[in-house]
């Protein structure tokens, strides 16, 4: 009876410690480019600060992220990423305004499921999970510089260059609606300054490094 509780004691001492074995952790910079399609709808007043489309926003990224492979086939993926783009200079009445800067950050949490492959070696996986996107620059922290939460979905694959170090190339899609309320002057008027449905496509390539690697 004393032999049985002995190796009882070992399994559940040592579980946590296989458990943790198989996890694998990926950390690094990525860079990519930023493109939403979509259109906002007429508004009833227009700022020659911001953009006539959602197109006008696209540009490359930089950022980063943490991935975490649990096994083989499962993990969770942490990314963020900045889009900087220029609207270009308007021409009104009283003369030339702009240009203006504007920046779209995007902050994704997915899971991952593996489709082909596994961590230690060249891998395909698919992705959904949440994001989040703030319309930020200097375009748009006059009006508060909005956050929007979307959901996400991609894929991705990865290939192993060294023991530590592995190749990532990712795509991901949010869908939401934008809305940028009337400042609080111009809240007589009717409607938003800018609204519409939109999708929003981020590819991206990084070089992760992988702690603990053999």
Known sequence: MRAITRIVGCLVVLSPMRAAAQVVVELGPSLGYYRPYGRFDSASVYSTALPNTPQNLKGGTWGGGARGWIGKRLGIE?????????????????????????????????????????PARQQVWVSAGLGAIRHGGDSYARYGAPWDLSPAFGAGAGIRLMPHFRATFALTTLVYTFDLPMPPELRLNP????????????????????????
């Open 78 to 118: 942490i990314t963020a990423l900045a889009a900087h783009s220029t609207i270009p200079q308007v021409f009104t009445p009283a003369g030339p305004n702009g240009s203006t800067s504007a920046t779209v950050t995007t902050v994704t949490a997915q899971g991952l499921v593996t489709l082909i492959g596994t």
């Open 191 to 214: 409607g938003s300054l800018e609204h519409g449905h939109q999708v929003d496509v981020l590819t991206h390539v990084g070089l992760v490094w992988i702690p603990g690697a053999r």
